[in-house]
T-cell receptor
Framework: DAGVIQSPRHEVTEMGQEVTLRCKPISGHNSLFWYRQTMMRGLELLIYFNNNVPIDDSGMPEDRFSAKMPNASFSTLKIQPSEPRDSAVYFC????????????FGSGTQLSVL | GESVGLHLPTLSVQEGDNSIINCAYSNSASDYFIWYKQESGKGPQFIIDIRSNMDKRQGQRVTVLLNKTVKHLSLQIAATQPGDSAVYFCAENGGNAGNMLTFGGGTRLMVKP
């Protein structure tokens, strides 16, 4: 199993540009999560999906952030327009089913907004 | 869980010694807990989990202890190795039967050769 695959690994962009982060969960997993990690705030849950449906997006910081999961094998997190304070590592994680089980994390996308 | 913020607690141990990393969780309703290890430049990696109907669980070189009375979780690593150097996070589910995990701020483990 290839694990959770995220792309790109690194993204450097200028303030105001649109950024799209991509995630492929582990095949057969029903839940997908987007987390953001910063030194200031640690790991924060942004949004999660069960069976491709967004369940809780209360962690999404602003309307500039949006996430989609068009099918069971793909999700995107979009920031438009991006701002320097969005600079962080963004992790995608998947879980086999919607219950108490471990999350499998991808390697993350290091985003730098200049 | 641990408060998140600027300061990351650090535990420094000698190679071969045992390590104990502690976590105070906040929600008494939490009934599922996980420990993750995160190495530099990588995503968090699952180490071990425990449910609230247990107070101890052992894995390979790791043991998790749960004390629900004082809402305390610990991770014990036996015979610590240089490869154990990483940031360790505890996570709790907040008692919701769904799948939202709240992560603590993490503890950095440094292993001296």
């Amino acid at each position: 199993d290839a694990g959770v695959i995220q792309s790109p690994r690194h993204e450097v962009t200028e303030m105001g540009q649109e950024v799209t982060l991509r995630c492929k969960p582990i095949s057969g997993h029903n839940s997908l999560f987007w987390y953001r990690q910063t030194m200031m705030r640690g790991l924060e849950l942004l949004i999660y999906f069960n069976n491709n449906v967004p369940i809780d997006d209360s962690g999404m910081p602003e309307d500039r952030f949006s996430a989609k999961m068009p099918n069971a094998s793909f999700s995107t997190l979009k920031i438009q327009p991006s701002e320097p304070r969005d600079s962080a590592v963004y992790f995608c994680a998947s879980q086999r089913r919607a219950t108490n089980e471990k999350l499998f994390f991808g390697s993350g996308t290091q985003l730098s907004v200049l | 869980g641990e408060s998140v913020g600027l300061h990351l607690p650090t535990l420094s141990v000698q190679e071969g010694d045992n390590s104990i990393i502690n976590c105070a969780y906040s929600n008494s309703a939490s009934d599922y807990f996980i420990w993750y290890k995160q190495e530099s430049g990588k995503g968090p990696q699952f180490i071990i989990d425990i449910r609230s109907n247990m107070d101890k669980r052992q894995g390979q070189r790791v043991t998790v202890l749960l004390n629900k009375t004082v809402k305390h979780l610990s991770l014990q690593i036996a015979a610590t190795q240089p490869g154990d150097s990483a940031v360790y996070f505890c996570a709790e589910n907040g008692g919701n039967a769904g799948n939202m995990l709240t992560f603590g701020g993490g503890t950095r483990l440094m292993v001296k050769p």
